[in-house]
Structure formats: C-alpha cells, structure tokens
C-alpha cells in the first residue's frame, strides 16, 4: 500500500473567496495547499471591471501576508460589460478569464445575463483576444426541473454559443451530469471542465434522504448516482479537458442553516487529503496529480507550478475541524462522510 505520494502544488480553478471578514478568515484554507485559484467575482456589488478585480486581488493578497497564493481574477459578464475593457484587462494580466452567470441561477447572480444575443460581440472579442469563458451551466427558467438545467443548458444556450463563436475558449465549470461529460468528450477542441470535490462524492440522496443536509446543498444541485459515477470516471480518467476546480463556496452557518439556506459546500480545508482517498479507492491514485496540477494549468496555457506538495497516509483516520471560525461566523467544513486516511504533510 502506497504510503507518500508527493505532487506537483495544485491549483483550483475555480475558488470563492468572499469579501471581507469571510475573505481574512477562510482564504488561508485554499493558500495552504494550493499555489493558485481562480477567483469567481460574485460579490456584491459584482467584481465587472478591470481596475475592480485589480483591488479585489489587492485585498486578498492584504489576507493572505506571506503566503505563496496566486489569486487568478475573473470579471462578472453582464449585458452591459465592457469588451474593450475585458481584452484590456486580460492582455494586462489582471485578469484570466471571464464568468457567465444566467441571471439568478447561483449565488449573487442576479446581475447575470438573461439575454444572450446582447453579449455576442463581447464573446467574439473575447475569442478573437484569448481570454476563456467560465460558465455556469444551468438554465433558470422556472418551467425546467432543477435537475435538468444543465442538461438544457448545454442544448439551448452552450452548444449555440460556442457554435457561433468556434474560437472562443469555454471551461464547463462544477460539471454535475453525464451529459456535460459527454459533452465535453464531444468536442475536438476549446473545450474543458472543471469538476468539485464534493460532487464526486454526494449525490442527491446525501442532501435529501433522512432529512435536509444543508451543507450538502449546492448549485448546481447533486444529481442521480449515475451522473456522480460520471463524474469519477471522467476525473479519474486522465482525460485533460477535466481538472479540479472545487468550487468551495463559504457561508456562515446561520445562512446555510435556515429557512431559505445559501448554496455551496465549503471544501477548501481538506479537498487535498478527500481526493487522494477518492482516487485511491478508484485505483487511480497515479492520476490525481494531473487532474489537481497539469489539466487545468495547460487549459488556461499558464506554467505549471514549480513547487510539491506531499500526502501522507496513515492507519488511523484523519481528523479535520468541523467548523473555521472567521470574523463573518462559522463556516462548516464538508464532511465526505467516509473516513478519510490521507493528510498534507508538514511543510
């Protein structure tokens, strides 16, 4: 039984952060592990412009004094951003990618587009200057199952796009359903995807069955088990179009546990040692550290990372705190739900 296992640093490549007394108390979580993230800009007010996710970035290095982070910022895309802007702060390097958020579908989405022919010109400026779209694939029409809006998604709104504008790059973001892997392996080229940590392990019965889990709750929602065996077989596969973005989204308990409670599972203290112990059980441990380290860093074109990070498992199960105390409140951290073996050594 392999006992170490030392890796390439990983990155997420799709991370929140918050804002804030939230932002000082949870992002040391992701910097201790990983070298860099992709920052998602729902905040309120919405990160939209270049100079914006410039002083986001500044406030996230302020939190994290001394750490060896990179934060990779993105711009919230509304119908009525600015694509001079976008290739500006792209080619200047604040930021890396652009995220698309069909109004009121997730968490502070609201300022999302609701009509797509009213951003074409923007993705063809974004295709013609390199800059990769982030999506949230779901529809939100109130007529379609939630269960089904990533599926509609990629039939209604994802395939159109990227067949009008063929040179745009696209990432699939917390890819939840066979479709969007299918999907995905569909494509010949321009094509990537993110997957979670958490829905490789939950599907909806986690959420739901014996009672409501809040902290199970995410969005896009978990699905039928054959969609999370999907999942593992496409992150477990070596396949490069899938890579790790975790999507680990903290909130305060009080607003997980309540009568409408917020999305998001918070995975950024122990994605690292749960995925070393998911892989190891799908007899693909030699695979974890492409899809933590390589996929995702060749997809952006970015080098991949100089330093290692080292797993080390033991006889006895790891134990992780069950709550971060932050300035905002406690912020629960997932539970798998599975004893977990693996821990980051010590640095």
């Not at 997420?12 to 000082?24: E, K, Q, S, V, Y």
């Amino acid at each position: 039984m392999q006992r170490t296992l030392t890796l390439t640093r990983p990155d997420d490549f799709h991370l929140h952060l918050r804002d804030g007394a939230m932002l000082t108390g949870i992002a040391p979580e992701s910097a201790r592990d990983f070298a860099r993230a992709i920052i998602m800009p729902n905040l309120v007010p919405p990160v939209v412009t270049g100079a914006q996710a410039q002083a986001y970035r500044e406030r996230i290095r302020t939190a994290l004094p001394g750490a060896d982070f990179t934060p990779l910022m993105t711009l919230y895309l509304t119908e009525a951003s600015d694509s001079a802007d976008i290739v500006a702060a792209h080619r200047a390097g604040i930021i890396h990618a652009v995220k698309l958020y069909p109004a009121g579908a997730t968490t502070n989405s609201d300022s999302g587009v609701g009509d797509f022919d009213r951003v074409r010109a923007t993705f063809e400026a974004m295709a013609e200057a390199g800059v990769p779209l982030c999506v949230h694939g779901e529809v939100t029409d109130a007529d379609i199952d939630i269960f089904d809006r990533e599926a509609v998604f990629i039939d209604r709104v994802l395939d159109p796009i990227r067949r009008a504008v063929p040179g745009l790059r696209v990432i699939m973001e917390h890819v939840t359903t066979a479709d969007a892997v299918a999907y995905v392996r569909g494509a010949d080229r321009g094509l990537g995807a993110t997957i979670t940590t958490h829905h490789l392990i939950i599907n909806r019965n986690h959420i739901l069955a014996g009672g409501i889990r809040p902290h199970y709750y995410c969005l896009p929602v978990a699905k039928r088990e054959t969609h999370r065996q999907a999942l593992l077989k496409a992150a477990t596969s070596g396949d490069a179009r899938f890579f790790l973005g975790t999507d680990s989204a903290p909130h305060a308990d009080p607003a997980k546990e309540a009568a409408c409670g917020c999305a998001g599972c918070f995975t950024a203290t122990n994605t690292m040692p749960v995925l070393a112990e998911v892989f190891e059980r799908a007899g693909a441990l030699d695979r974890l550290e492409a899809f933590v380290a390589h996929h995702g860093a060749d997809f952006y074109g970015l080098p991949r990372n100089a330093g290692q990070l080292t797993l080390e498992r033991q006889d006895a199960p790891v134990r992780f705190p069950e709550k971060i105390e932050t300035g905002a409140g406690p912020v629960t951290v997932f539970d798998p739900g599975f004893p977990v073996h693996w821990r980051v050594a010590a640095g």
